[in-house]
C-alpha cells in the first residue's frame, strides 16, 4: 500500500537527502524505499525508474544551485563576483555531496525544467563574465574554464587529493585569484 501523502516532488526531495547520506552512486530505489517505508513497486507510481530519479535529482540539484549562485552574485562585479560564486558553488558541493554529482549532468532537451534551471546557473556566470566584457563564444570558454577549475577543485578536495602542507582555502582563493587575471586579460 503506498504511503499516505507520498507524491513525485516528496520522493525526489527524501533522495536527494538519502544521495548526500549514502553517496550519489550509492544511491537506489531500493534503498529510497526502505527510507520511505514503502515496497519497492510503490515508488514507481511516482519515478520510472533509477535513471528517472537521477534525472529528477539532477533537476532539483540543478535548480538549487542556480539559486545559491544567483544570490551570491547578487551587487557584485568583477573579482568580488567571481570568488562570491565560486565560494557558493563550493559550499553547495560540501553542504551536498550527494547531490553535487547530479548537477555534472548536461541538462536534457526535453525536460524544460532542467533545461531552464541550467539556464539560470550559467547565466549567472556569464553575467559575471560580461563585466569582464567576455560575451559570445568567449563566455562559453571563459564559462567552462571557470567549471572545470571550481569543479576540478572541489572533486580533489573530496577525494581527499590535497596532501600538502598549505591551507587548502588559501589554494582555493590562488585559483578564483587567477581565473580573476585570465579574465581580465582574456584574447578572444
Not at 515508488?43 to 539532477?58: I, N, S
Not at 551570491?72 to 558553488?89: I, K, P
Not at 555531496?97 to 536534457?108: E, M
Request: no cysteine.
Amino acid at each position: 500500500m503506498p504511503r499516505a501523502g507520498l507524491t513525485p516532488q516528496a520522493v525526489v526531495r527524501e533522495a536527494a537527502v538519502l544521495a548526500d547520506e549514502v553517496g550519489y552512486d550509492r544511491l537506489t530505489l531500493a534503498a529510497l524505499a526502505g527510507r520511505l517505508g514503502v515496497a519497492l513497486p510503490s515508488l514507481y507510481k511516482h519515478v520510472r525508474g533509477v535513471e528517472d530519479l537521477h534525472q529528477k535529482l539532477a533537476v532539483l540539484a540543478t535548480a538549487e544551485v542556480a539559486n545559491e549562485l544567483t544570490t551570491a552574485a547578487v551587487g557584485r562585479a568583477g573579482g568580488d563576483a567571481l570568488r562570491s560564486v565560486a565560494v557558493a558553488f563550493r559550499g553547495y558541493a560540501r553542504r551536498h555531496p550527494g547531490r553535487y554529482p547530479a548537477i555534472q549532468r548536461a541538462p536534457d532537451p526535453a525536460d524544460p525544467e532542467h533545461v531552464a534551471a541550467a539556464e539560470r546557473a550559467v547565466g549567472a556566470i556569464y553575467a559575471i563574465l560580461l563585466g569582464y566584457d567576455l560575451g559570445g563564444d568567449a563566455a562559453v570558454d571563459a564559462t567552462r574554464m571557470f567549471r572545470a577549475a571550481v569543479h576540478g577543485f572541489i572533486s580533489l578536495e573530496a577525494a581527499g587529493g590535497f596532501g600538502l602542507p598549505r591551507d587548502i582555502d588559501r589554494s582555493f582563493d590562488q585559483m578564483v585569484a587567477a581565473l580573476d587575471i585570465a579574465f581580465r586579460n582574456w584574447r578572444s
